[in-house]
């Protein structure tokens, strides 16, 4: 079999966003139908995640892919593939694929569709560079690739309050960045180092406790916990979050809430945790994570707005995902990084949903929607499988993670308490929703709504399905996240391969 | 305990339900009203809209970064 290297899951999107208005123009001057520059993104995102499977086989086999530009690590720039970077590049891929597939039906009577993909392609090409950089900033320049894209993707329907929401999200998201570019600043100038897997080495120094912390030791963690917290919406960094995910299309939506905010729990794990050793400041993550799911879920109850309704719940879910981390052991990452897994499933899942009921009803409020089960009985049932996912019952996904990250905290019980309270709650709010928009008489302007067509509906069924095969599998899903788990508890693996026995 | 916590969870959920789905309206109205009475003190301040003004958001942002900044020199300290 021939080995790919890591560089094409990054060069190939970029190609394509690239190519996207080539590939418009030519069809525009050959008459050729408007849907190309959407085939021709759900490709370019496809044979990604086949590039990216083809890993897979490597990755399983105990193998960290090392790929060096130039002169050896620290020196040189790398590209490296662990189980953490392999489990994030699959997700934002696969997700990335449905998506896309998604977007060729939903944005079809926009303008600007050669724009939309090529941004689309640019948000794949900068998530998949920040997991499989190996140098910290590399990694920085990726976020921003991902970052600047999603600010214009947010306000690309250019009404009032996507453009608004667009700006409040670029200058939180620049708060947040400069959050990480001065952490990186300070790291460069206290270990003299970007490469990742070298600065483990050197700041091995502050989790041994031999000696007073200096201040600027204090002050690089709490920055970059700081920034990564802005970019996955923890409480109080979350605000954009509730304003950008429900202005966007639909389909960049589900993406966003998907997994690009996975990515900031993603440099949590990559940079605080493996890259400073900070173990211990767990408990302030814990908390912080507690904070975003009761006030995320709290905030998601009395919305009129469906998006806006799942957008509160996001931070609510990406809390647990900080609890399962804060709690540090094997059993609370396994639960996160599985729990991270779901999430982007039920929320890409519950954002086409509502971006059914969007292109169908042409409202997302409450107060305007009603009975749409007659005529949109799939969507019902795949919101409502959605709903049981998110809501953590038995026999659907986030069931099990869920599970591990209260047997994580079961040694805090107040942790627990608000952990399982919230869930409770995310279920209430969750049937509220369903009642809203499926029950009751169908208001006179909906009489002629249909279901989704198909082309919608297939994503939203292979994601509906995943939800019941990893709910009734659970030990599958931890099968998937065992080796991101493994790389993130022991990353002397990955020192050692990168730095070549060091 | 694995099954008590499954158990535990069907039962908790079909109680939702319940009360969410088949109750009729009015009693689900007085349902609702006690979850928005126990929560007001703290849903007075988050309603639906947010607070909206950038200012606030980049204020928490500060905030934020502030108290893990202190939390930070406290635990590794």
């Known amino acids: 079999m021939i080995e790919i290297p890591p560089i094409m899951a990054i060069i190939l999107p970029l190609f394509g966003a690239f190519l996207t208005p080539i590939v418009a123009f030519v069809s525009w001057r050959f008459g050729v139908r408007r849907q190309v520059c959407g085939w021709f993104a759900v490709a370019i995102i496809v044979a990604t995640f086949a590039i990216v499977a ?3 086989p490597a990755v399983l086999g105990e193998k960290i892919l090392v790929y060096e530009f130039g002169r050896s690590p620290p020196l040189g720039i790398n590209l490296v593939v662990d189980g953490l970077s392999l489990f994030m590049a699959l997700m934002i891929a696969g997700i990335g ?9 939903h944005m079809q009577h926009h303008t600007r569709l050669d724009l939309y993909y090529t941004l689309l392609l640019l948000i794949i090409t900068g998530m998949m560079g920040v997991v499989v950089t190996g140098d910290i900033f590399n990694l920085y320049v990726f976020l921003e690739i991902t970052c600047i894209s999603a600010y214009v993707l947010v306000a690309f329907e250019r009404r009032w309050e996507s453009i608004e929401a667009g700006i409040k999200y670029m200058i939180i998201g620049s708060l947040g960045t400069s959050f990480i570019l001065l952490g990186i600043t300070l790291t460069y100038g206290t270990a003299g180092s ?69 990515i900031g729990m993603y440099g949590i794990l990559r940079v605080v945790y493996m890259m400073l050793g900070a173990l211990t ?21 009395g919305q009129h707005d469906f998006k806006r309704m799942l957008a509160y719940h996001t931070i609510s879910q990406q809390g647990y995902v900080l609890l399962g981390v804060g709690m540090g052991t094997a059993i609370g990452i396994q639960g996160a990084l599985f729990h991270m897994l779901n999430i982007s499933i039920i929320q890409a899942l519950n954002f086409m949903c509502a971006g059914a009921v969007l292109y169908r009803a042409k409202t997302r409020n409450f107060d305007e929607l009603g009975g749409l089960r007659k005529s949109m009985p799939v969507t019902a ?15 659907f996904n986030a069931y099990a993670s869920k599970s591990a990250i209260y047997a994580a905290s079961a040694s805090q019980p107040l942790y627990l308490a608000i952990a399982i309270l919230a869930d409770v709650l995310t279920m209430i709010f969750f049937l509220r929703a369903f009642r809203l928009v499926f029950l009751g008489t169908r208001p006179r302007h909906l009489l002629s709504v249909k279901e989704a067509p198909m082309r919608m509906l297939f994503p ?11 709910g009734v599998l659970p030990r599958l899903g931890f099968n998937i996240v065992g080796t991101a788990q493994e790389a993130v508890t022991n990353p002397s693996n990955y020192v050692g391969r990168v730095l070549g026995g060091v | 305990m694995e099954l008590l916590h499954v158990i535990a969870t069907i039962l908790l959920d079909t109680i939702v339900v319940y009360f969410s789905l088949v109750v009729k309206r009015q009693t689900s109205e007085r349902f609702w009203s006690l979850i928005r009475k126990t929560f007001w003190p703290f849903y007075h301040y988050v309603k639906p809209g947010h607070s909206g003004i950038l200012s606030t958001y980049l204020l928490w942002a500060v905030v934020g970064f502030v108290a893990i900044f202190l939390a930070t020199m406290v635990v590794l300290g």
């Not at chain 1, 709490?222 to 990564?228: I, M, N, Q, Y």
């Not at chain 1, 904070?291 to 879920?297: A, I, P, R």
């Not at chain 1, 049932?381 to 026999?395: D, E, N, Q, W």
């Open chain 1, 281 to 301: 400041i767990g408990p302030i993550l814990a908390v912080l994570g507690l904070v975003s799911v009761l006030v995320g879920v709290l905030m998601a109850f």
């Open chain 1, 97 to 105: 694929s449905l998506v896309a597939i998604y977007s060729i039906t």
């Open chain 1, 54 to 56: 083809s890993m897979i």
């Open chain 1, 460 to 470: 939203m069924c292979i994601l509906a399905v995943l939800c019941i095969v990893l």
């Open chain 1, 381 to 395: 049932i795949l919101f409502l499988v959605g709903a049981f996912s998110i809501s953590g019952t038995p026999l």
């Open chain 1, 194 to 262: 970007l490469n990742i897997a070298d600065l483990m080495g050197k700041f091995a120094a502050v989790t041994s406790g031999a000696e007073p912390v200096p201040l600027v030791m204090v002050l690089i963690p709490a920055l970059f916990v700081a920034g990564f917290c802005v970019k996955a919406a923890i409480v109080p960094f979350h605000a954009w979050l509730a304003d950008a995910h429900p202005a966007a299309p639909s389909p960049i939506s589900a993406l966003l809430s998907g997994v690009v905010v996975s």
